[in-house]
């Protein structure tokens, strides 16, 4: 069973927009480094999506611009789907981010390419616009792309960080957005980065 039972309706723009919906299903394949706080499995895809979108309806009061929160929860969820094809690469993988752009432009080509053409251009454009990180709605968007991890790692001992040896600097870099556009938000996070040194699940280089 799979695809090769997909019936079709005999219209082919819903019959596009239906075997789209199947295929996103892979998302929850796609499994990132991110440890569940009740440290039982690695996250999938999906549900990071699902849990900064919904995070966008909870932290707008922090942002230091206005931000349209219906439309960063579409930028939540579909900014992860290139990572159907492309795979999921790990923020502090200094190698594997070489060529994480050419391999999601390629995936983006092919993923949304499915939908009928002005769906297709509605999600990708949502998705380049959080890439760029230019507006207000997609630095809010990519600033909760990167606490809700962060959270994670404070509460499962540091997992990735631990995993992948990442020293605090790496991670401040990263962090850098939130301070600019979410400073209220940076105090917990510098007190976490302090805590994370002092018990070992950072590296300090300083």
């Known amino acids: 069973m799979g695809m090769e039972s997909f019936l079709a309706s005999g219209m082919p723009r819903l019959d596009q927009q239906l075997r789209f919906t199947a295929e996103i299903d892979k998302m929850t394949g796609i ?3 991110t440890l569940l706080v009740d440290h039982s499995r690695r ?3 999906a549900e990071h999506s699902w849990h900064i979108a919904v995070m966008a309806m909870l932290f707008e009061e922090y942002a230091i611009e206005k931000v349209n929160v219906g439309r960063v929860a579409e930028m939540c969820v579909v900014h992860d789907l290139v990572e159907i094809y492309a795979g999921d690469t790990f923020a502090y993988d200094v190698k594997g981010n070489e060529d994480k752009k ?4 390629a995936a983006a080509d092919k993923l949304f390419g499915q939908l009928p053409e002005e769906q297709g251009k509605m999600i990708r454009d949502l998705w380049e616009e959080f890439d760029a990180m230019e507006t207000a709605d997609a630095k809010y968007a990519a600033c909760l792309d990167r606490l809700q991890p962060f959270l994670h790692n404070t509460l499962t001992g540091g997992h990735t960080w631990v995993e992948g040896g990442t020293d605090r600097t790496a991670v401040e870099k990263r962090m850098a957005l939130i301070k600019e556009f979410m400073p209220e ?4 996070i510098s007190a976490n980065l302090d805590r994370a040194v002092e018990n070992g699940w950072l590296k300090s280089l300083k």
């Open 43 to 45: 996250e999938n895809d």
């Open 102 to 105: 050419a391999r999601e432009q």
């Open 31 to 33: 499994l990132r480094r």
């Open 185 to 188: 938000v940076y105090g917990w």
